[in-house]
């Protein structure tokens, strides 16, 4: 596993960088090739107080189309743009739209309300993406049609294409574009963070625990069928021996700010020190690119959730940054 800490020029990282790159993308298996033609279509529109909200749905590979909330504010142009990732939820998009779930982490709702043109789609195996005959995040099909694939990669093919959807759009300035989620949406927000140039801002909310300091770390790949990495990882997974942790997917991600939320209680995660360890190590990194400033830590002692104070932390981080 790569020392960041070891690193002491720019041109260091550079070569490193593609190291740790081939190593996560073993990890996540094989990736759909190429870009899809999107297609975007509009199903259906309703005007609110200050935006307009479209059900809209998007090829994301040959076959599939996936559906997601679209967030328009009113009379605005060169807007800023936010993807938002859900929770692992069976309501999907529709809690980050503010029809289901926890209305704390409605992001795309409130985030539009705020001026931005905000996306919120379902990730594979939720919401409207549910296989028949299965449950939500039951990934058994998936991995029968996909052997040599991962969800984690998949939803990371899915969320690139949602940026596409939001460039395309018009009204969308796409030098400003940034990604929020919140537990598996904070783990595909850093994701996607690290390996898509154009996300320029990213906040994470309760979303991991580092491989090598994770009590039960068999949770990423055998949690009721919904295995986020391939079970050939299983044994490294087990013996803490991961090729890279998130020290190194919040690096690849530099210097596009990235903001990390952690709970002090009542969370798979549960483990401030092994977050501020990543985030620590990711801020050589940082430092090297000239943007120290640009990664945080923050906590709280309110459990697995989005409180009051975390949204207003998150709402000043985006402005900053976007």
């Given at each position: 596993?790569?020392?960041?800490?070891?690193?002491?020029?720019?041109?260091?990282?550079?070569?490193?960088?593609?190291?740790?790159?081939?190593?996560?993308?073993?990890?996540?298996?094989?990736?759909?090739?190429?870009?899809?033609?999107?297609?975007?279509?509009?199903?259906?529109?309703?005007?609110?107080?200050?935006?307009?909200?479209?059900?809209?749905?998007?090829?994301?590979?040959?076959?599939?189309?996936?559906?997601?909330?679209?967030?328009?504010?009113?009379?605005?142009?060169?807007?800023?743009?936010?993807?938002?990732?859900?929770?692992?939820?069976?309501?999907?998009?529709?809690?980050?739209?503010?029809?289901?779930?926890?209305?704390?982490?409605?992001?795309?709702?409130?985030?539009?309300?705020?001026?931005?043109?905000?996306?919120?789609?379902?990730?594979?195996?939720?919401?409207?993406?549910?296989?028949?005959?299965?449950?939500?995040?039951?990934?058994?099909?998936?991995?029968k049609e996909y052997p040599k694939a991962s969800m984690a990669g998949k939803?990371?093919?899915?969320?690139?294409?949602?940026?596409?959807?939001l460039s395309e759009f018009k009204r969308v300035d796409s030098a400003r574009?940034?990604?929020?989620?919140?537990?598996?949406?904070?783990?595909?927000?850093?994701?996607?963070?690290?390996?898509?140039?154009?996300?320029?801002?990213?906040?994470?909310?309760?979303?991991?625990?580092?491989?090598?300091?994770?009590?039960?770390?068999?949770?990423?790949?055998?949690?009721?069928?919904?295995?986020?990495?391939?079970?050939?990882?299983?044994?490294?997974?087990?013996?803490?021996?991961?090729?890279?942790?998130?020290?190194?997917?919040?690096?690849?991600?530099?210097?596009?700010?990235?903001?990390?939320?952690?709970?002090?209680?009542?969370?798979?995660?549960?483990?401030?020190?092994?977050?501020?360890?990543?985030?620590?190590?990711?801020?050589?990194?940082?430092?090297?690119?000239?943007?120290?400033?640009?990664?945080?830590?923050?906590?709280?002692?309110?459990?697995?959730?989005?409180?009051?104070?975390?949204?207003?932390?998150?709402?000043?981080?985006?402005?900053?940054?976007?």
């Amino acid at each position: 596993m790569v020392d960041l800490s070891k690193l002491k020029s720019p041109v260091n990282w550079a070569e490193t960088r593609k190291e740790i790159e081939t190593e996560v993308m073993a990890c996540l298996g094989k990736m759909p090739k190429g870009r899809v033609d999107l297609q975007i279509k509009t199903v259906d529109e309703r005007e609110y107080r200050g935006y307009v909200r479209r059900r809209i749905n998007y090829f994301v590979d040959s076959w599939n189309r996936v559906s997601a909330w679209l967030f328009i504010p009113e009379g605005k142009e060169e807007m800023p743009a936010l993807l938002c990732c859900h929770q692992k939820t069976p309501f999907g998009k529709d809690e980050s739209a503010g029809l289901e779930g926890d209305h704390r982490l409605a992001f795309a709702q409130h985030y539009a309300e705020a001026g931005y043109v905000t996306l919120a789609p379902d990730c594979i195996t939720a919401g409207d993406r549910v296989s028949a005959k299965s449950a939500p995040y039951d990934g058994k099909a998936f991995y029968k049609e996909y052997p040599k694939a991962s969800m984690a990669g998949k939803m990371l093919a899915d969320h690139r294409a949602a940026i596409d959807v939001l460039s395309e759009f018009k009204r969308v300035d796409s030098a400003r574009v940034g990604v929020v989620g919140h537990g598996l949406g904070a783990f595909n927000a850093l994701l996607l963070t690290a390996f898509d140039e154009r996300v320029q801002a990213c906040v994470a909310s309760c979303g991991f625990t580092r491989f090598e300091t994770d009590k039960a770390p068999l949770h990423w790949i055998e949690d009721d069928g919904f295995s986020l990495f391939p079970t050939m990882l299983k044994e490294q997974m087990e013996n803490k021996q991961m090729p890279f942790d998130f020290e190194h997917l919040i690096a690849l991600g530099a210097p596009s700010a990235t903001f990390i939320v952690t709970t002090l209680s009542e969370s798979n995660f549960t483990n401030p020190k092994s977050c501020q360890k990543a985030v620590t190590q990711a801020k050589k990194i940082y430092q090297l690119l000239g943007a120290p400033g640009a990664v945080d830590h923050y906590t709280h002692h309110d459990g697995s959730c989005v409180t009051p104070d975390t949204l207003d932390l998150a709402d000043e981080w985006f402005e900053r940054w976007l």
